[in-house]
């Protein structure tokens, strides 16, 4: 390897052939056939071409590698996660040594191995981190392939691809399904342009008061029980239980849970104060939570006749029995079948009750000393996360326990782990064709060939046809991400106020404006109302105070649906620019667009509080459709960000960041 750069963000590049002559990769014999293929244009286009790979796991290692292979000359790769040993069997670009380092720094150095002559940036962060990644680092790119594992990164890649214009080939796969995603503003439907599934959920109730299956067992212990003791203090479930009261659920056990929460949260409370080691040895910590959890709660619930006239009823656990004592002859090891497992598959038998409790115990402790250390050091605090030891560990001895109370049969930790991370296995072959078919994309999307671009699936459980191909459908006129408009300005944050982008906005071209020409304009930040005809009290704040930063974006909307939104992209200005909010070469600005009539939820945008509204256009126009402002009247004054910097800025929405927080069973 002639280059072996180690920081975050260097390049590792090579121009030297293996055997020590001066080659390019246009020159260099090993790219023969692969120019014979494609012909000498399109792989001159290849070898000069810029690609960002986001994400380096079981999709990325397999890109990264066809791409070095097929000479794309200058690649860059992000991802912001470490190399776990459960990546190896399918990750072929790591190796033990490797476990614990940045699987971008690791993927780019094996992969420079396969082809030398490339130059290959890897970045060892969050795509979403916009001080490296905004709007300058997208637009220098040719094309950007996604190989990530998540709706909210997808998303995020999506609208920074449509913004700047530059094109993605989105790909993911679970288990023996796969697809490929080519995506041209304008052109073709975006990641959004289609409403993802939405995860399942369960009703409150069931969760939290009868289960009947592992599962509900697993997701209370996990989304429930976890974050109430080890999680961030915020996460109050109050909202939670007003909406099961909102959908219907018994009212009774909805104030018992209440009931309960309060006692967990003395309990957590409890977990978090700094005590020494002699104090915790004498503190029962698990006892105590156990002895709640189990016992207590179970017997309130009991108490609850009528909820038990057709069900039958949890049997509460103790302690001190459960540890101590063999219950109906349960100590012994089983595996799924009933059959003693041997040792060495620890992962894959169903712990005893006693040693269940042993698990529950051990973990607990770790967890409580680790929640307390991150808490002292004022750090974030601890989330669910599959490949946490500690964590997986407590959350299949308290899924267990709860299934042995409701009579439920306990799994295995792996079975535990496989349901709890929503664990479709990943299937290396899938991945290996998936990421071969994204790079023929590719080779379309570099030369913006959109009518030989393909949508590409793959689903090997259906025998007939393994793969099959149909062309790009035409963008959705209702999708609230590639039917808005973009432009960049760039500003001082500290300096330029809210009236200056107003104004600036509004201004003809010929002075140098955006010439967002409407009668009534809204000025929001996400879902976020800064600015309209009858609220002007933000105008005079600069763009800091009111909580904008450069990477954000301020969409402008038209109070009567007649333009698209436009979001305005904040950049840096130099302090020497004499412009306040300075859109560049207003020549090339986009010619704004007129609003759809479509009715269509903003993809961003949550249900309950974000709401769309039908809006009439001129035909054949087409756009996002409006925010509406709630109702006017009644909630101008919620909606204002206050002078002193409140925000009431609507919990979950941030249309602008994408970043809501999803669980579901995503493609890999
Ligand atoms: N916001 C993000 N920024 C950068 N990289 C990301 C982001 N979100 C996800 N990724 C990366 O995308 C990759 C997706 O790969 P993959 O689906 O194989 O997941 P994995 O974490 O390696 O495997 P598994 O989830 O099965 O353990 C991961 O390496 C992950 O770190
Ligand atoms: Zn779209």
Redesign the pocket.
Same mark, same amino acid.
């Given at each position: 390897m002639a280059s072996t750069a180690k920081t975050n963000g260097s390049s590792y590049a090579a121009a030297e052939g293996s055997n020590g002559t001066s080659h390019t990769i246009q020159s260099h014999p090993r790219h023969a056939y692969a120019k014979a293929i494609l012909g000498k244009e399109l792989f001159g286009k290849i070898a000069s071409s810029r690609i960002l790979v =986001? &994400?380096?796991?079981?999709? &990325?290692c397999e890109l990264l590698k066809n791409l070095v292979l097929v000479g794309f000359g200058h690649v860059e790769v992000?991802?912001?996660?470490t190399i776990?040993l459960?990546?190896l069997n399918?990750?072929f670009l790591f190796q033990k040594v490797h476990i614990g380092k940045p @699987?971008s720094l690791v993927a780019a150095g094996t992969a420079l191995q396969f082809n030398p002559l490339i130059d290959i940036k890897p970045h060892h962060?969050? =795509? @979403?981190d916009t001080s490296q990644f905004g709007w300058e680092y997208f637009e220098q790119f040719d094309v950007v392939c996604n190989?990530?594992?998540?709706l *909210?990164?997808r998303r995020?890649v999506n609208k920074m691809c449509i913004m700047t214009g530059v094109p993605l080939v989105e790909s993911g796969t679970t288990g023996f399904l796969g697809q490929v995603q080519p995506i041209a503003r304008g052109t073709s439907e975006c990641y959004d342009c289609v409403t993802k599934p939405t995860p399942k959920t369960y009703p409150v109730c069931t969760i939290r008061s009868t289960p009947s299956t592992p599962i509900h067992c697993i997701v209370w212990a996990k989304t429930y029980l976890f974050p109430q003791l080890f999680g961030a203090e915020e996460e109050s479930e109050d909202a939670e239980l007003d909406k099961a009261l909102q959908d219907g659920e018994n009212a009774d056990e909805v104030a018992n849970l209440r009931r309960e929460a309060r006692e967990m949260r003395a309990l957590r409370d409890s977990i978090f104060q700094t005590i020494n080691t002699a104090e915790q040895e004498e503190d029962d910590l698990s006892k105590r939570v156990f002895n709640k959890v189990f016992k207590a709660d179970v017997e309130r619930l009991l108490s609850m006749e009528d909820m038990w006239r057709k069900r039958t009823k949890p049997v509460p656990l103790d302690f001190d029995a459960a540890s101590q004592q063999v219950i109906n002859g349960d100590a012994a090891s089983q595996n799924g079948n009933g059959a003693a497992a041997p040792p060495s598959l620890r992962d894959q038998r169903v712990l005893s009750l006693q040693e269940t409790v042993g698990l529950f115990d051990q973990s607990l402790n770790r967890l409580a000393k680790r929640a307390r250390d991150l808490d002292s050091l004022k750090k974030e605090s601890l989330s669910f996360d @599959? *490949?946490d030891i500690d964590a997986m560990d407590f959350v299949t001895a308290t899924a267990n326990l709860r299934s042995r109370i409701y009579h439920i049969a306990p799994q295995s930790r792996f079975q535990v782990k496989e349901m709890a &991370?929503n664990?479709i296995p990943?299937i290396a072959s899938t991945?290996a064709i998936i990421a071969g078919a994204q790079v023929l994309q590719t080779l379309h999307a570099l030369r913006r060939k959109w009518s030989d671009a393909r949508f590409v699936s793959l689903n090997r459980t259906n025998a007939s046809r393994l793969i099959s191909s149909t062309p790009l459908e035409k963008p959705n006129a209702g999708c609230g991400v590639c039917q808005d408009d973009y432009v960049r300005a760039k500003v001082d944050i500290d300096r330029t106020t809210l009236a200056d982008v107003k104004e600036a906005v509004l201004q003809s071209r010929e002075e140098g404006g955006l010439g967002f020409e409407v009668e009534g304009m809204e000025l929001y930040e996400g879902a976020r109302l800064l600015a309209d005809e009858d609220f002007d009290d933000n105008l005079p704040r600069t763009l800091a105070s009111l909580g904008i930063t450069l990477g954000m974006m301020i969409t402008c909307a038209d109070e009567n649906g007649i333009k698209a939104n436009v979001n305005i992209y904040m950049s840096a200005r130099s302090s020497g620019d004499a412009e306040k909010v300075d859109f560049g070469d207003v020549n090339k600005l986009p010619v704004l667009r007129a609003k759809p009539t479509l009715k269509r939820p903003h993809p961003d945008s949550d249900d309950s509080d974000d709401v769309v509204e039908e809006v009439q256009a001129p035909e054949g126009s087409s756009s996002a459709p409006k925010r509406k402002r709630e109702d006017e009247e009644a909630s101008a004054e919620q909606k204002k960000v206050h002078a002193n910097g409140d925000s009431n800025k609507r919990a979950k929405v941030t249309p602008h960041t994408g970043a809501r927080e999803e669980e579901a069973i995503e493609l *890999?």
């Open positions: =986001v &994400g380096a796991g079981g999709i &990325g992000i991802d912001l996660d776990d459960s990546n399918r990750q @699987k962060s969050n =795509v @979403k190989a990530l594992d998540n *909210d990164a995020w @599959k *490949d &991370g664990i990943a991945n *890999d």
